[in-house]
T-cell receptor
Framework: KAGVTQTPRYLIKTRGQQVTLSCSPI?????VSWYQQTPGQGLQFLFE???????NKGNFPGRFSGRQFSNSRSEMNVSTLELGDSALYLC?????????????FGSGTQLSVL | KNQVEQSPQSLIILEGKNCTLQ??????????LRWYKQDTGRGPVSLTI?????NTKSNGRYTATLDADTKQSSLHITASQLSDSASYIC?????????????FGKGTHLIIQP
């Protein structure tokens, strides 16, 4: 069974640009969540999608958005990039939505904003 | 405010030695506690998940303990190997919602020297 796939693995952008990251969950998993990881802050929750609907959202500005498609694949978009957006962006999938669900993480997209 | 504190921040030990990583949390209401291993440049991989009623869980050379009364957990690594070099992240789940109920520690960076 294929794991969680994130593309691209690396991205270099300049301030003010926008970026779209993609996440393909494990087959059969319906929930996808996104996280930002920086050395100083650790992992921070961005948002979670289930059945094409955003179910939960973290404390990030509106420049961060996402969506989920009918095949459970998900994308996240960051508009008007800032230097502080440089981070590893991870997505995770789980079978269902819930506090007890086991998360399976992708390898992440390393975003550098210059 | 829900918090997860891990110690030490970093640790260097010789191959073959044992080590113990600590996690203290203030998360309410508590659902489960998870330990993840994250290799450099990769996504976190689940090692153990423990609920309130479980006080020990093993996964090969990794043994996690949970004391729900004192809100402490530890991860013990036996007979360390070079491949154990990684960051170990403690994550506590509140018994509500989905991924928004997860509180992440900042991790312990473990280096195994030959």
């Amino acid at each position: 069974k294929a794991g969680v796939t994130q593309t691209p693995r690396y991205l270099i952008k300049t301030r003010g640009q926008q970026v779209t990251l993609s996440c393909s969950p494990i087959s059969g998993h319906r929930s996808v969540s996104w996280y930002q990881q920086t050395p100083g802050q650790g992992l921070q929750f961005l948002f979670e999608y289930f059945s094409e609907t955003q179910r939960n959202k973290g404390n990030f500005p509106g420049r961060f958005s996402g969506r989920q498609f009918s095949n459970s694949r998900s994308e996240m978009n960051v508009s008007t990039l800032e230097l502080g957006d440089s981070a590893l962006y991870l997505c995770a999938s789980s079978q269902m939505l819930g506090a007890g669900e086991k998360l399976f993480f992708g390898s992440g997209t390393q975003l550098s904003v210059l | 405010k829900n918090q997860v504190e891990q110690s030490p921040q970093s640790l260097i030990i010789l191959e073959g030695k044992n080590c113990t990583l600590q996690c203290n949390y203030t998360v309410s209401p508590f659902s489960n506690l998870r330990w993840y291993k994250q290799d450099t440049g990769r996504g976190p991989v689940s090692l153990t998940i423990m609920t309130f009623s479980e006080n020990t869980k093993s996964n090969g050379r990794y043994t996690a303990t949970l004391d729900a009364d004192t809100k402490q957990s530890s991860l013990h690594i036996t007979a360390s190997q070079l491949s154990d070099s990684a960051s170990y992240i403690c994550v506590v789940s509140a018994s509500r919602g989905g991924a928004d109920g997860l509180t992440f520690g900042k991790g312990t960076h473990l280096i195994i020297q030959p």
